[in-house]
């Protein structure tokens, strides 16, 4: 009899690649500035606010461009300071707010990098746990003498190489995003500092 356990743990396992795959596709390099606007903070009336809850903030197709729209126009001069202080030129068209950023920093980029490392490990997560829900349900099916124990054997066996597949498939899809994220200069001191020396 074919085991059909390694089958269910290969469809979530593939579930998963394709779900990270989407994921990676909104990890950007811009993300870095969107940060740092993001967490502007303002008072209104002596309440602390935070961005969202005075403005809409959205990318442009120029990368080097960020606008918020400002929901009440009296609040222009409070984000105008804040915008100053974080030392990015602006101006002011109406209820919007056009931003000029910079090019990011080794350092802010790899707060983006951590972000996406921080996704890999939700997605290798899920392999883990398809891994994992796959064998205990073959050994729990040996135990009420439903498969023997050499099902089950080939059922852990082929979970376990489909584990690798796609977890590895995973890893390189996370270093050529973080090698587009940083770009050729930052990328190779990235491997010279972060990565662990691969032996």
Do not use: W
Not at 74 to 100: C, P, R, T
Not at 110 to 133: F, H, P, Q, Y
Not at 145 to 153: K, Y
Request: with cysteine; hydrophobic share 35%.
């Amino acid at each position: 009899m074919a085991e059909k356990y390694s089958d269910q743990a290969e469809n979530l396992m593939k579930a998963a690649v394709e779900d990270y795959v989407e994921v990676l596709k909104d990890v950007k390099s811009t993300d870095a500035n969107l940060t740092i606007i993001r967490n502007i903070r303002i008072n209104i009336q002596g309440k602390p606010r935070r961005l969202v809850d005075v403005a809409d903030l959205k990318k442009t197709d120029d990368p080097h461009k960020l606008q918020l729209l400002v929901f009440n126009t009296d609040h222009i001069e409070v984000l105008s300071e804040q915008i100053d202080e974080v030392n990015f030129d602006y101006d002011v068209d109406g209820q919007f707010i056009n931003i000029n950023v910079p090019d990011p920093t080794y350092k802010q980029l790899m707060e983006v990098v951590d972000d996406l490392n921080r996704k890999k490990n939700s997605a290798m997560g899920r392999l883990t746990k398809a891994k994992s829900e796959a064998t205990t349900r073959a050994r729990t099916a040996v135990e009420n003498e439903f498969i023997t124990q050499g099902v089950a054997s080939a059922a852990s066996r082929k979970c376990e190489e489909y584990y690798e597949n796609y977890g590895n498939q995973i890893s390189e899809m996370t270093m050529e995003k973080v090698k587009a994220i940083l770009g050729n200069e930052y990328f190779e001191k990235y491997k010279s500092e972060e990565l662990d020396p691969i032996v």
